[in-house]
């Protein structure tokens, strides 16, 4: 993808405040969990000074009353200190869920009302990526970050300050090793952060590459394209592979090296310590303290180099996942939307319209229908016929010219007031997973079962349903990979049916059936016309023969207008039409009439 790159800072303010918002209602959970966490810290600090009074008070002076006592009290901070992380780690994680929830809601909803030009642009892969991983590691951000980072800070300074108290020369020789650590960590970062990039973009890659071929496999198959894809499969199989062990190889050397700088510490304070123990047998306590803590202190400076990478990750991710919610791309809403119920008049008005910049797929289009009349459009193909559709459901605006419905402009209509009230069939019937009957009512209330069964018997796809296992009830699988076209075909019929539309619009698909079904869809298509205003893409003779208005399009042009056999009679473009493509259509009465 070509934002994959974006090269994200680790913290940025306008980032941070936008994602504050998403924290914001559940900020009571936060500072609870601060709270916990600043006592389990607090617990953790002075558990460290108990090891010193074990030693000084009782070791050293091999006094045992009151150590069982002190090891109790030492056991139950331990306890205490167990109980509050699990409230703040449950109380962090949870939050992190929760908002995460709210802005996968508000994106998904975002997403559903784009504009469709947005989706010609932007490619399935990327936008899957921004719902599922982007998320993911904002995710991880909020559990692992918001308070954590804090935590390790918080610890950090308390640890330095123990440690002062107990011994500032010994502190210093912790902190002399510290230029080295932060060092290794600078350069770990680096590097685990390139590698993390190439994993991301790789496994992006391979999604999108695995959906393609997935979903094509038939073709693939059909092509014999196996071993190719298998080649370009392996290919940036192994590059994954590659970048994985690229960071699994930098963690590998990192932890151990911060290990071994945490050792060399310890071997210095020793010695160090065990020279100043001879002079000062008091200071037993305090050495072994002082080696507990230092020990305790590599661990964050450790998780802190990680956690900068998950920061700046989540950043990255922040950035793209805002920059989608910003695409404004929604069709823009009229100030005082009309929602009236539709009768049924049509008209476009010197319609000009281009999907981009000035490659004007319709010219000057106009045409009107009063409510109840049919209109049929034909042309060849790319001359702009579904495109008048997409123009009429406001899928997208026009240039210039108007499109009017009982003469008000879609543009002044509620959106979802206007396309509820138009019946849609597609050349390509979207089939959703779910139950045939969901499929035909889209789950809209106020289709009932039986005004569904009603319009699947009116279509006559009832006896096919109802021979089904499950009738109404069976599933349908991969978008209805297990029915036939034409029982496709008749479902999306009873779907428009169902919801009762004034005005319906048909793109009638162009493949064959037999006759006895091709027979059934003809009868279908009358059934579903009649009493309503209509506009049919046509390739059936039949539909068009009957046709109060056909428009011939060319090139985005309506280049002739009039019914069946004036257009006839004019031997023009419709006329070279009809003996190329409609005639064989023809029933031989047809043909003299
Ligand atoms: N979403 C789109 N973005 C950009 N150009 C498009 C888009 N959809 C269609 N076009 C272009 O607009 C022109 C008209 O397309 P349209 O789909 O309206 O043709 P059509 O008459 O329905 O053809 P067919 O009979 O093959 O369905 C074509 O040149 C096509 O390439
Ligand atoms: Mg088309």
Not at 47 to 76: E, P, T, W
Request: aromatic content about 12%; overall charge neutral; proline content about 3%.
């Amino acid at each position: 993808m070509r934002d994959e790159t974006i090269s994200g800072k680790a913290y940025d303010a306008r980032l941070m405040r936008r994602l504050y918002h998403y924290i914001h209602p559940y900020r009571v959970s936060i500072v609870w969990a601060f709270l916990a966490l600043t006592i389990s810290t607090g617990i953790e600090l002075f558990s460290l000074y108990l090891y010193k009074m074990v030693v000084d008070q009782f070791i050293q002076n091999q006094q045992r009353n009151g150590l069982a006592l002190l090891c109790s009290i030492y056991i139950g901070l331990l306890a205490a200190g167990f109980i509050f992380q699990y409230v703040q780690f449950y109380l962090v994680n949870v939050m992190s869920q929760k908002s995460m929830y709210d802005l996968r809601l508000e994106l998904f909803k975002r997403l559903e009302n784009m504009s469709l030009s947005f989706f010609n642009r932007k490619p399935v892969g990327y936008l899957m990526t921004r719902l599922t991983s982007d998320i993911e590691a904002l995710d991880s951000m909020f559990a692992n970050c918001i308070v954590f980072t804090f935590n390790d800070l918080l610890y950090i300074i308390g640890l330095l300050g123990v440690m002062f108290y107990l011994s500032p020369p010994l502190t210093l020789l912790v902190l002399a090793v510290m230029p080295m650590i932060a060092w290794v960590s600078i350069r770990f970062k680096n590097e685990v952060r390139e590698s993390y990039r190439d994993v991301r973009r790789l496994l992006s890659e391979l999604n999108g590459f695995l959906q393609e071929n997935i979903s094509g496999m038939e073709t693939v198959q059909i092509f014999g394209r196996e071993k190719t894809n298998f080649n370009r499969y392996s290919k940036l199989t192994r590059e994954y592979r590659d970048a994985n062990i690229r960071s699994v190889y930098n963690y590998a050397l990192f932890y151990p090296t911060v290990e071994f700088l945490g050792a060399i510490t310890i071997g210095l304070l020793l010695w160090y310590g065990g020279t100043m123990l001879v002079n000062n047998p008091g200071f037993a306590g305090t050495l072994v303290a002082f080696v507990i803590s230092s020990q305790k202190f590599f661990q964050p400076i450790r998780d802190l180099a990680d956690k900068f990478n998950i920061l700046q990750t989540g950043m990255t991710a922040a950035e793209r996942v805002f920059s989608l919610m910003d695409a404004n791309e929604i069709v823009p809403a009229p100030e005082k939307p009309v929602t009236r119920v539709i009768e049924g008049g049509v008209e476009f008005r010197n319609v000009h319209f281009a999907y981009k910049d000035d490659e004007w797929v319709l010219k000057d289009v106009s045409f009107s229908a009063t409510p109840g009349k049919r209109i049929a459009i034909v042309g060849p193909t790319g001359s702009g016929k579904s495109t008048i559709i997409n123009l009429l459901f406001r899928f997208y605006d026009v240039q210039q010219g108007e499109v009017l419905l009982d003469g008000v402009n879609v543009k002044d209509y509620d959106l979802r007031s206007l396309r509820s009230q138009i019946g849609l069939v597609l050349q390509d019937f979207f089939l959703f997973s779910g139950d045939i009957k969901n499929n035909i009512s889209l789950g809209r209330p106020d289709i009932e079962e039986d005004k569904l069964i009603e319009a699947a018997k009116i279509v006559q796809a009832h006896p096919f349903i109802e021979k089904m296992p499950k009738g109404y009830d069976a599933e349908v699988k991969e978008r209805g990979a297990t029915l036939s076209v034409g029982q496709r075909q008749l479902l999306s019929f009873a779907r428009a049916l169902a919801a009762d539309p004034r005005i319906l619009i048909l793109d009638e698909a162009t493949s064959s059936v037999d006759t006895e079904t091709e027979f059934l869809i003809q009868e279908a298509i009358e059934r579903l016309i009649e009493g309503r205003t209509s506009l049919v893409i046509a390739h059936r003779l039949s539909t068009i023969q009957k046709a109060d208005e056909i428009l011939v399009l060319h090139h985005g042009e309506i280049v002739e207008r009039g019914t069946h056999h004036e257009l006839l009679a004019r031997q023009g473009m419709y006329y070279r039409l009809y003996q190329l493509q409609y005639k064989d259509q023809a029933m031989p009465d047809a043909v003299n009439a």
